[in-house]
């Protein structure tokens, strides 16, 4: 193509831009990735391959979550029965000492 000097030539560029994200799941609860995986399901970003893959690791994050929950009562629970024999152990005491006292 030869162009003369002070000449316009109207010509059509193509650019094309390349996004990515990164997510880290584990901070994510299970109802959050259904959410995602939907949205991206519907924009067609995803394939049923890797929906069926991210559907699995939420169901695996909504088990982790249980667990963990399961786990957190639990710990409680200990931590309310141990006071409560710290308590009964005093008061036992307390009675063991008063039953001396009178004899």
Same mark, same amino acid.
């Given at each position: 193509?030869?162009?003369?000097p002070k000449d316009a030539v109207l010509f059509t560029i193509k650019e094309?831009?390349?996004?990515?994200?990164?997510?880290? /799941?584990? &901070?994510?609860?299970?109802?959050? $990735?259904?959410? *995602?995986?939907?949205?991206?399901?519907? @924009?067609?970003? +995803?394939? %049923?391959?890797?929906?069926?893959?991210?559907?699995?690791?939420?169901?695996?994050?909504?088990?982790?979550?249980? /667990?963990? &929950?399961?786990?957190?009562?639990? $710990?409680?629970? *200990?931590?309310?029965?141990?006071?409560? @024999?710290?308590? +009964?152990? %005093?008061?036992?005491?307390?009675?063991?000492?008063?039953?001396?006292?009178?004899?």
């Amino acid at each position: 193509m030869n162009i003369k000097p002070k000449d316009a030539v109207l010509f059509t560029i193509k650019e094309q831009r390349e996004n990515s994200s990164s997510y880290y /799941l584990w &901070n994510w609860t299970k109802k959050d $990735i259904f959410k *995602r995986v939907e949205f991206y399901t519907k @924009q067609k970003f +995803i394939n %049923e391959k890797l929906e069926t893959q991210l559907k699995e690791i939420g169901e695996l994050i909504g088990k982790v979550n249980d /667990l963990q &929950n399961k786990k957190e009562n639990l $710990i409680n629970d *200990r931590e309310q029965m141990e006071d409560e @024999q710290h308590r +009964i152990r %005093e008061y036992i005491s307390v009675l063991g000492q008063s039953s001396q006292e009178n004899v």
